[in-house]
């Protein structure tokens, strides 16, 4: 299955990938998650990249639309894809039209206010790529299951998430309406508690 993750910054897109993608038997392609390796190693996507996601903006599209079509060109992508924070534009999406259609969309739907706690208290083990909150952990530095480095996200602080809700307000939330229109959307309720925010996307994929 060829599948999208769509909806803000902190609607458990990632947390709810790990589960999704290993019951699809399909890899979990985080963008995000790309460009921050791509930031760590220096590469030249990474230089490029680095300021636009400080400042919590969109990295322009033809570097996004380059990297994802490469990735779906991997082996591990013939039986289908999870695709967490692609596309984030029309144009994006209109690119992945080309490169490879999905054949659903998955919504997750947050208000603002708890996004804004929940990026505030979010760690990532660095070692695991596992994602916690602060209010679920002994401590803040140790990943509770491999015990890797817990990370606080440069992206994370207020005034950037504040910029990152704007964006995805103007620039990613028309594409509810965009895959509404095609037929293939389906909006999940993330505001409820992890396992049944899971329970209800796998329901709406049958
Ligand atoms: P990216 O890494 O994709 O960030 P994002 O879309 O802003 O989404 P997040 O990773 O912040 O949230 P999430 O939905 O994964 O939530 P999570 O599961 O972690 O992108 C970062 C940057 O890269 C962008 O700003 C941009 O610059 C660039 N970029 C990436 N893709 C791009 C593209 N296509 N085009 C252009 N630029 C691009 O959960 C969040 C927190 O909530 C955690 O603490 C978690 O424990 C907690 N939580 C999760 N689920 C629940 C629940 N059900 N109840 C309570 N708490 C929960
Ligand atoms: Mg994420």
Known sequence: MKLIF??????????????????????????GDMLRAAV?????????AKAYMDKGQLVPDEVLIDMVRERLSMDDCAAGYLLDGFPRTVEQAEALEQISAPDMVVNISVPDVKLLERLAGRRVCGKCQGTFHISKLADEEVCPVCKGELIHREDDK???ITRRLKVYHEQTAPLIGYYSAKGKLKTVDGDNRPEDVLKNILASLE
């Not at 769509?6 to 963008?31: D, E, F, N, R, Y």
């Not at 760590?40 to 490029?48: K, M, P, V, Y």
């Open 40 to 48: 760590r190693n220096q590469t030249a996507t990474g230089l490029a």
């Open 6 to 31: 769509l909806g803000p910054p902190g609607a458990g897109k990632g947390t709810q990938a790990l589960g999704v993608s290993s019951k699809l038997a399909v890899p979990h392609i985080s963008t």
């Open 158 to 160: 207020p005034e950037t």
